[in-house]
């Protein structure tokens, strides 16, 4: 009957020695065996995978309005957004410009911008923002503008479709 030699975790092999007269110690090599280390670095990493909670995308929710008669608007309690290129936010205070050109404001979508723009407008009770994007807005900027509006708990907004002098507002600026 073949008896097999026992297995350790480690095994320690001599080796050889050098010959000369004097006797010497056998000097051994260790060669530790990693295969339970591996074992349980699989394991943890098993356990940790199964047992995190991953991030779940977050959505928010737009509520678009049902069709029908327009809602009126007070127009000292408006503010008008027009979004064109290049991440520009220009903004009016009312329904429409008027032949005033002062009226008209600028500014960016960064946090120094907009939203203090919003935070303002915000101490009107009452007020609507009306988001009018323009042919040369990007996507990203209309996301970006109800992220504002979002963060600054704007309640009351509107995407609007740009009147024929916004356009040509949009364009000669």
Known sequence: MFHYPPVSMASIQPTAAPKSGKPRATKRAFHPDMT???DLAFLLLTFFMLTT???????MELAMPTPG???PVDPKKALTLLLGQNSEVRYFFGLNPGPASDQLHRTTLAADG???VLLRFQQQPGG???IKPGNQASYQNLVDVLDEMN????RKYAL???TAAEKQLLAAR
């Not at 963060?151 to 704007?154: F, P, V």
């Open 114 to 116: 907009l939203r203090q």
């Open 128 to 130: 609507v923002v009306l």
């Open 160 to 162: 609007v479709d740009l």
């Open 151 to 154: 963060i600054t708990g704007q």
């Open 53 to 59: 909670t991953f991030n779940k995308p977050s959505v």
């Open 69 to 71: 008669p327009e809602s």
């Open 36 to 38: 339970p280390m591996v």
